[in-house]
């Protein structure tokens, strides 16, 4: 099957976040399941400034948005080492910021508009493309008018009737939600703004033009059942009840040729399930790097996240200096708002000789920092899926996590039973299920007790060595989601 994935996007020409992850690796391992996979993108400044050799393969598109007609070149590159065709769509004065979305931390007031471009661009320039897909596969609200603009302008030409499409949920707390004037601009017609479609009681929000594709899945089973609460749906739980039926959850993978322990550049030592030595000299060389204690007793945390209220750094400040009074040592690396960064930097200045925190993006030290702990702590309020903890365990660092979303189908909770066994031989980690810093606190405790034992924690950690979070199982369910898309649409199709 031919699948082209659009992503606002992808490692490695250019990332904020998990997405990027996702969308540079799933293609890879559908395309060796036999598939043939291509990539959509903007042009974004970040992109050209990486150098990647690009062929101008379509000139001068006219895109109709806002009352005027844009001006649009598409350009092809190949993934590295993959050699997946990749299709850059250009137009500098949408694309050619410093930021992708945001600037000075404030959403660019033109976003609907700009991406709005990306993907009718993309629909309009693919009879000029050397890659005829059968599936689009759509990822989050950045490509959520894709399918409303080819049912709208292009289904009934012949080189569209047959092509169908998923839309990938990745984190419904990013709607592109935006008010009734900003629709005029989009180029769609009046009826979008119904509540059917892409309306609600305030505006419209793009990523509803998702849910009209033919299947829907977001990144985990359990985030699939928790976005139709009202808890976790964002005000779109009623919308998500109602294509129950279309769907699915498909957990994330993460690639294994990126991860792991045995292969890593960026560690001091590399080490394996069945040679975990070099996992002291890793603990010890960020102990030194990060200029703490090179303490063997003392109980090493780790944390790599944006600092985000979903991140759970609400209910973690209240019992950090708790936790910080035991003997135990906290590593924090990420980037975020402004009042978790001051949190962690107060904790810092208050115990150097337990807390180190770095306020950056740095990928080597968010390496050295999941082959060196012993924990890794994730207290999200919701995660739809998580790659972090399960990053962790392949380095056989023990995940400490609320059980919500990915979390929950990922981590297997340590019972601490009397006997002092494994629960079923299969435990990997530590989870609490109420949003409240008392069961956070209750976790650490359990994870700080465990690890004493030291029979017990080799038991853990060698239970998260064992796991299998490659992409190969994810891109089989994947092609049988690409399937049922291919099926609904051959069967409404004239």
């Given at each position: 099957m031919r699948i082209l994935f659009l992503a606002s996007e992808v490692v490695p020409f250019v990332k904020t976040g998990g997405l990027a992850d996702v969308v540079g690796s799933l293609p890879k391992a559908l395309k060796k399941l036999g598939h043939e996979v291509a990539i959509a993108l903007p042009y974004y400044r970040q992109v050209k400034e990486k150098g990647f050799p690009a062929e101008r393969i379509a000139e001068?598109?006219?895109?109709?948005?806002a009352g005027k007609d844009l001006s649009v070149n598409i350009y092809q590159t190949y993934q590295p080492e993959t050699e997946i065709p990749t299709f850059l769509v250009d137009y500098p004065p949408f694309f050619d910021r410093q930021e992708l979305y945001t600037?000075?931390?404030?959403?660019?007031?033109?976003n609907a508009e700009r991406y709005a471009l990306f993907n009718r661009a993309i629909l309009e320039g693919l009879p000029q493309f050397n890659f005829v897909p059968e599936v689009l596969h759509l990822n989050d609200w950045h490509t959520g008018l894709v399918w409303p603009y080819l049912q709208e302008y292009y289904r009934r030409k012949d080189f569209y009737k047959y092509i169908s499409a998923i839309f990938t949920i990745h984190n419904l707390g990013y709607q592109g939600h935006w008010s009734p004037r900003v629709f005029g601009k989009i180029s769609l017609p009046k009826k979008y703004l119904k509540k059917e479609y892409l309306g609600d009681d305030s505006g419209w929000a793009m990523i509803k033009g998702g849910f009209l594709c033919p299947v829907v899945n977001t990144v985990s089973p359990q985030y699939a059942q928790e976005i139709q609460t009202?808890?976790?749906g964002g005000g779109l739980d009623r919308d998500l009840r109602q294509i129950k039926d279309k769907l699915f959850g498909v957990i994330?993978?993460?690639d294994y040729n990126e991860w792991s322990p045995q292969t890593d550049e960026f560690i001091p030592s590399r080490f394996s399930r069945s040679d975990i030595s070099g996992k002291k000299i890793c603990r010890n060389y960020l102990q030194k790097e990060l200029g703490l204690p090179e303490n063997q007793q003392?109980?090493?945390v780790g944390v790599v996240s944006r600092l985000s209220p979903q991140k759970g750094f609400?209910?973690?400040s209240k019992v950090a200096e708790k936790f910080l009074q035991q003997e135990v040592q906290l590593v924090v690396l990420g980037t975020g708002e402004a009042r978790y960064e001051r949190i962690f930097r107060k904790l810092f200045a208050k115990y150097p000789q337990k807390c180190t925190v770095a306020i950056t993006y740095n990928n080597a030290l968010a390496h050295r920092i999941y082959a060196g702990c012993d924990a890794f702590l994730m207290p999200s309020r919701y995660e739809p899926c998580g790659l972090s903890q399960m990053i962790a365990m392949a380095y056989g660092t023990?995940?400490?996590v609320r059980a919500t979303g990915g979390l929950a189908d990922t981590v297997k909770d340590f019972n601490d039973a009397p006997t002092g066994e494994l629960q079923k031989n299969s435990a990997t980690g530590f989870s609490f299920t109420e949003y409240h810093y008392n069961a956070?606190?209750?976790a650490l405790e359990r994870a700080l007790f465990t690890f004493e034992n030291k029979k017990i924690w080799s038991r853990l950690m060698d239970n998260c060595f064992a796991q299998d979070f490659s992409w190969d199982e994810s891109a089989k369910k994947y092609a049988e989601l690409y399937t049922i898309a291919e099926e609904k649409i051959n069967k409404t199709s004239p």
């Amino acid at each position: 099957m031919r699948i082209l994935f659009l992503a606002s996007e992808v490692v490695p020409f250019v990332k904020t976040g998990g997405l990027a992850d996702v969308v540079g690796s799933l293609p890879k391992a559908l395309k060796k399941l036999g598939h043939e996979v291509a990539i959509a993108l903007p042009y974004y400044r970040q992109v050209k400034e990486k150098g990647f050799p690009a062929e101008r393969i379509a000139e001068g598109l006219k895109i109709p948005l806002a009352g005027k007609d844009l001006s649009v070149n598409i350009y092809q590159t190949y993934q590295p080492e993959t050699e997946i065709p990749t299709f850059l769509v250009d137009y500098p004065p949408f694309f050619d910021r410093q930021e992708l979305y945001t600037k000075g931390g404030a959403e660019f007031a033109d976003n609907a508009e700009r991406y709005a471009l990306f993907n009718r661009a993309i629909l309009e320039g693919l009879p000029q493309f050397n890659f005829v897909p059968e599936v689009l596969h759509l990822n989050d609200w950045h490509t959520g008018l894709v399918w409303p603009y080819l049912q709208e302008y292009y289904r009934r030409k012949d080189f569209y009737k047959y092509i169908s499409a998923i839309f990938t949920i990745h984190n419904l707390g990013y709607q592109g939600h935006w008010s009734p004037r900003v629709f005029g601009k989009i180029s769609l017609p009046k009826k979008y703004l119904k509540k059917e479609y892409l309306g609600d009681d305030s505006g419209w929000a793009m990523i509803k033009g998702g849910f009209l594709c033919p299947v829907v899945n977001t990144v985990s089973p359990q985030y699939a059942q928790e976005i139709q609460t009202p808890e976790f749906g964002g005000g779109l739980d009623r919308d998500l009840r109602q294509i129950k039926d279309k769907l699915f959850g498909v957990i994330n993978g993460i690639d294994y040729n990126e991860w792991s322990p045995q292969t890593d550049e960026f560690i001091p030592s590399r080490f394996s399930r069945s040679d975990i030595s070099g996992k002291k000299i890793c603990r010890n060389y960020l102990q030194k790097e990060l200029g703490l204690p090179e303490n063997q007793q003392s109980f090493l945390v780790g944390v790599v996240s944006r600092l985000s209220p979903q991140k759970g750094f609400d209910i973690f400040s209240k019992v950090a200096e708790k936790f910080l009074q035991q003997e135990v040592q906290l590593v924090v690396l990420g980037t975020g708002e402004a009042r978790y960064e001051r949190i962690f930097r107060k904790l810092f200045a208050k115990y150097p000789q337990k807390c180190t925190v770095a306020i950056t993006y740095n990928n080597a030290l968010a390496h050295r920092i999941y082959a060196g702990c012993d924990a890794f702590l994730m207290p999200s309020r919701y995660e739809p899926c998580g790659l972090s903890q399960m990053i962790a365990m392949a380095y056989g660092t023990v995940p400490v996590v609320r059980a919500t979303g990915g979390l929950a189908d990922t981590v297997k909770d340590f019972n601490d039973a009397p006997t002092g066994e494994l629960q079923k031989n299969s435990a990997t980690g530590f989870s609490f299920t109420e949003y409240h810093y008392n069961a956070l606190y209750s976790a650490l405790e359990r994870a700080l007790f465990t690890f004493e034992n030291k029979k017990i924690w080799s038991r853990l950690m060698d239970n998260c060595f064992a796991q299998d979070f490659s992409w190969d199982e994810s891109a089989k369910k994947y092609a049988e989601l690409y399937t049922i898309a291919e099926e609904k649409i051959n069967k409404t199709s004239p």
